[in-house]
């Protein structure tokens, strides 16, 4: 069913990449820009993410024994040291995902490239090196996203969903290595129940969340896929959630034929394997459209 496949090290069947996206409460500042302060209840339940969550999750992965990777708003970093601290410390990649979760999209190219450079520099005050990937907030990746990150020194983005293995995607600046996922494997329209945020959805039960996850990686593990998790530490790290969820990743462990890797690892890995000659992504040419189509009446 994959057209062009990757062989994955060792022999492994597929590719799983749990990823957060460390949001925390810098959402309540994007969706209640000037009532923020009043919003305390939700506050305290994207706090539980950087606070309670993250914890949780590196002590899953220290089990497991495997390297994964954080996307963190700069604001967020620099709001919650502690918790980017704890990512680092335990050898955890550290991605960049915006500043203070503004869209990328809707954005002239300057004001966009502002908000970049801003984010790069509040993320990498905290964790002392410049990260090598991006996930823009909610899938926005604008049309000069692809050259700004290209301009900035970026090995990958992890925005798109045009695949289920890595491709290339390529503009007159240069190219990137793409890690595509999309809503299936993603925890929002399981769980996010939060009016606050504008984003509601009626919350399915741990279990019924798992099984869409299993179904997912079925297919990745059988067609040679990669399995990219979008998941939010306030969100799958929830208690019930998160006792679940470790003994589906423990079983998938235990098989002994995926590899767990980092997305850095998965884009170094994918750009050794096309060098090598044994894997041929393929390669998106952005942007898709120079501008909006002009829809006449015949």
Request: glycine share 6%.
């Amino acid at each position: 069913m994959i057209s062009n496949p990757i062989p994955w090290p060792n022999g492994a069947k597929c590719a799983v990449a749990i990823t957060f996206d460390m949001d925390a409460d810098s959402l309540i500042h994007t969706a209640q820009p000037n009532r923020a302060p009043d919003f305390v209840a939700a506050t305290s339940e994207l706090r539980y993410g950087p606070e309670i969550g993250i914890p949780r999750i590196l002590e899953t992965w220290r089990k497991l024994e495997i390297t994964q990777t954080f996307f963190v708003p700069g604001w967020c970093a620099e709001t919650h040291p502690h918790a980017v601290e704890q990512m680092k410390k335990a050898g955890h990649e550290i991605a960049l995902h915006s500043y203070i979760h503004e869209m990328s999209h809707g954005r002239p190219r300057d004001e966009e490239a502002y908000w970049m450079r801003r984010a790069l520099a509040a993320l990498s005050g905290v964790t002392g090196e410049a990260p090598r990937g991006w996930r823009a907030p909610m899938y926005s990746f604008s049309q000069h996203s692809a050259d700004l990150l290209i301009e900035e020194g970026f090995k990958y983005d992890a925005s798109l969903m045009g695949d289920d293995i890595p491709y290339i995607i390529e503009t007159d600046t240069g190219r990137l290595v793409e890690l595509p996922a999309h809503w299936g494997t993603d925890d929002y329209p399981q769980y996010a129940h939060t009016p606050d945020l504008d984003y509601s959805v009626p919350v399915k039960a741990p279990r019924a969340a798992i099984q869409n996850y299993r179904d997912e990686f079925e297919a990745h593990y059988e067609h040679g896929g990669l399995f990219i998790g979008v998941w939010h530490p306030f969100l799958t790290g929830r208690l019930t959630r998160w006792h679940h969820i470790e003994k589906m990743l423990l079983e998938w462990r235990e098989q002994g034929d995926v590899w767990f890797a980092s997305m850095e690892e998965i884009a170094d890995h994918a750009l050794a394997c096309e060098k090598a000659g044994t894997f041929k992504p393929r390669i998106s040419k952005l942007p898709f459209y120079d501008a909006p189509l002009t829809l006449m009446k015949s």
